[in-house]
């Protein structure tokens, strides 16, 4: 049974479609336990210039006010280092993701911690874990589509990811939910469906 980390960052809160449908995935999804990190610009500040120096500093050479920057970084690395599953709320904003998770990403992308320097080029150090990203949308962007080549959630999401060594990555659709509410229902309803394939019907029971 895996250990769950939960990352949202919509602006709506408990309405956010992303994270409803994170929730149902959750409800399924055979798991021991969630660790819950909501984004938002009170709790996932921009990485700054003096956190970024401190990051790169070793960890016995820092001043106290660097080891007091590095915290937040190292409080989030740990978060990642002990999942198994990492499930990813992701609304589309303004054709990416949004800034508080992508401030996230800034605090995990760590070299010599999360992804190091070899003579092969960039390798990652998060392996052998599952994610799961519920992405929602108001448009459409799926392969084929008209607007796909707008989409730079998905394909900045599986770049970053990999680099990391995260390379088992699912993606669950929740799109056009801009587009009427027949269709919002319809794809809500698509979504679940896809939900349930992938993780059998079962019914998760948290120990
Ligand atoms: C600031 C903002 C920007 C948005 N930009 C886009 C966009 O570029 N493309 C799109 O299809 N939908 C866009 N939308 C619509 C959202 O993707 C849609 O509302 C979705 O439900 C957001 O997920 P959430 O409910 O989890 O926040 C935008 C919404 C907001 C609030």
Do not use: C
Request: glycine letters at 8%; proline letters at 4%.
């Amino acid at each position: 049974m895996s250990n769950v980390l939960l990352i949202h960052s919509s602006v709506f809160g408990e309405k956010s479609q992303s994270l409803g449908l994170a929730r149902d995935f959750l409800e399924r999804y055979p798991h021991r336990s969630v660790v819950e990190r909501a984004l938002s610009p009170q709790t996932m500040p921009h990485l700054d210039g003096e956190t970024f120096v401190a990051m790169r500093t070793a960890a016995g050479e820092r001043t106290g006010p660097q080891e007091a920057a590095v915290a937040l970084s190292d409080e989030l690395i740990a978060e990642l280092e002990a999942a198994d599953t990492i499930v990813l709320a992701v609304p589309m904003y303004n054709f990416s993701i949004p800034s508080t998770l992508k401030a996230w990403i800034d605090h995990v992308a760590r070299a010599g911690r999360t992804f190091r320097y070899s003579e092969k080029g960039p390798e990652g150090l998060l392996k052998g874990k599952k994610v799961f990203v519920l992405v929602a949308r108001g448009g459409a962007y799926k392969a084929g589509s008209p607007a796909a080549a707008f989409d730079f959630q998905e394909p900045y999401l599986r770049a970053v990811l990999g680099f990391l060594g995260l390379d088992d990555v699912t993606f669950i659709h929740l799109e056009q939910l801009a587009m009427g509410q027949d269709t919002a229902t319809a794809n809500r309803a698509k979504a679940l469906a896809e939900i349930e394939r992938l993780t059998d019907g079962v019914v998760a029971v948290a120990a």
